[in-house]
């Protein structure tokens, strides 16, 4: 065989050689991205089913407000006592002045507190006999603004939140919907008067 030739052959055997180890070292680049892809897809599907398990008991822990009554409550300012649907009362017809806003030892009068429900103020009223230690948390748990905290006598439930046009009976101080609550009404959609006085009324304390 010439020379010629075999210096031929040999660049053919070169080039083949050549190709083939750049069609090994793409089928290697093209198995390492899958494999980074797989690991990416894998990684990324863990966290969205954790982060679903996540909101799915977020959501379990919730405290549901189902239990809320809803009234449809006539507005209107009288000077005579109103005879209330509810004990206490979640809204209706109510004194020219409203009840300023925060925690009374005694009770308070209906008119009044009702006047501040309009306004915007959720009612936390509680059986005269609780225990002192839960008044106290009542206490650490209305907030300081457009929120009422009074005992009430003859209520048939530990602890009733008020709102106007809205009202749930509670088990106690400690009863999870409570907090709830208070950030579903306490200046909610249903306020007739939203962001109206809650100071400047009157500190009224008559036994309803």
Known sequence: MSR???????????????????RAQARQERRRKIAIWAGTATVLL???AVVTVSIAREQANQPTLAAVQTYQEQQ????????YAQTPPAGGEHAPVWLNC???D????NENAVH???HGAVWITYRPDLPQTQIQTLRKTIPDTYAILSPYPGLDSPVIASAWGK??????????RLPAFIRAYRQGPQTPEPGAACTGGTNGTTAP
């Open 4 to 22: 010629s030739k075999r210096s031929r052959n040999n660049e053919s055997t070169r080039t083949e050689r050549l190709a083939q180890v750049r």
């Open 46 to 48: 863990l966290i969205a």
């Open 76 to 83: 209107g300012h009288v000077t005579t006592p109103v005879d």
């Open 102 to 104: 925060g925690i009374y």
């Open 106 to 109: 005694q009770p308070v009068p």
């Open 116 to 118: 501040a429900l309009e």
């Open 167 to 176: 009202q749930l009976k509670l088990t106690g101080p400690d009863d999870p």
